[in-house]
């Protein structure tokens, strides 16, 4: 199997200490981009990028409409957007409404990844307090995308993985411990 | 919900529609970003239950008031007051004390939807005292969200938020004074609304229709491909006299285009743009 084209992590409360650990993992060998879907408050606080630059090779940026998407370049949903993803590899922004209370909704970006890249996906839906990401996993799973989901056991806040794990198969449970294999479905495809 | 039993249209039957659409009723939607476009319409078409593609197609080419709501629920129209807070500060501070040099100070919103911040930048220039002498220009597609900018009605529950943003805007009077409480409902000060002059207008097929010293296009072109943008931002350009000032969406950027070269961006952060060529 080739390896992915894309990573869209999704996460809410109590996430940020799961993405801290993936993000030194990612190496420039890996032809592969990120989208970050993070619940968040407010688009003018810059230190989220700081935080995450420091613990990555690849560049940290939050979106701007039409950014093609390059690889080794992790994308952050900007407050209060949408981040979708067009035919031809660009993200676009949309503020319509809110979905599962939330905007950015990690089911749009989901749903729309899915649409793009099928097989070369992998989502990943960390710790968080709502129903957001479940409905963009199955779609994602749909088209044949590669699903890891945070072990609610060790999440933070237990619920958005759990809603995971009870309504649709998932391909790896992510812990402290199995980063390793983790890298290795990301290095050689799949499991 | 059962979301799997629903009907999802595929790339192909979004074209058709696309098509339709022109053929039929004379809207282009062809430019606009598949994407965000593909999702609404397929959350129209699972919110109304049709069962077949053709069902759909057949409703949306013969239904004039099903098109009616296709454009409705197609347009996005969610807005709100003082949205982007800095942003109005720089208004506020900067572009005004310019635009009180004018004797008359016309101002477009482009792709206004129901009108929160056209009522927002009224709430401005009364504060600076320039509301009398000005003419708020307020254009979208959807003829149902111009009603609503005339009515000048928002709902209550917002008026918490909006009045949070008005402060941190730097607006220094009660809110509250702007509007009338109604049950659910804020009907805004009617001083407000009389110099906003509504107008059907579209992007994709219409043109200029007069020159302005600032236009406000925030959040729409981020719906339009890469050609489209182009061209709306020509009709901008063309629009604007010279020195005049062009806002965009936060997320938004002059810097692609052709016309960038005939701008220079204000002075900080904030997407505001001056005509200097």
Sequence with gaps: ?191 | MNSEALLDLSDGEIEIVLNDLVEVHGYDFMNYSRASLKRRINRLVANDKFLSFAEFRYRLRNDDVYFKRFVEEITVNVTEMFRDTQFYRTLREEILPVLATSPLVRIWHAGCSTGEEVYSMAILLQEAQLLHKSLLYATDINPAVLEKVRAGIFPMNQMKRYSENYILSGGKNDFSSYYIAQYNAAKFDEQLGKKIILANHNLVSDSSFNEFQLILCRNVMIYFDKELQERALKLFDDSLEPLGFLALGSKETLKFSSISHKYRQVANKEKIWRKIK
């Design chain 1, 1 to 191: 199997m080739a390896p992915f084209d894309i990573i869209v992590i999704g996460g809410s409360a109590g996430s940020l200490a799961m993405v801290l650990q993936i993000l030194p993992h990612l190496k420039t060998d890996m032809q592969v981009s990120v989208i970050l879907v993070f619940h968040r408050r407010s688009s003018e606080d810059t230190t989220l990028i700081e935080l995450l630059s420091h613990r990555t090779e690849f560049e940290v940026k939050e979106v701007d409409e039409k950014d093609p998407i390059r690889p080794h370049v992790i994308y952050i949903a900007p407050a209060d957007y949408h981040v979708l993803i067009e035919k031809d590899h660009t993200l676009s922004l949309d503020v319509s409404e809110k979905v599962n209370f939330c905007r950015p909704s990690i089911d749009v970006t989901f749903e729309s990844a899915a649409d793009i890249y099928g097989k070369s996906l992998m989502c990943i839906l960390l710790s968080g307090a709502n129903a957001d990401g479940v409905r963009g996993l199955k779609a994602a799973r749909d088209k044949g995308g590669f699903i890891v989901v945070q072990d609610p056991a060790s999440a933070e806040v237990s619920y958005m993985p759990q809603q995971a794990t009870e309504q649709l198969p998932v391909d790896l449970l992510l812990h402290d411990n199995n980063m390793d294999v983790l890298m290795d479905c990301l290095r050689s495809g799949r499991g």
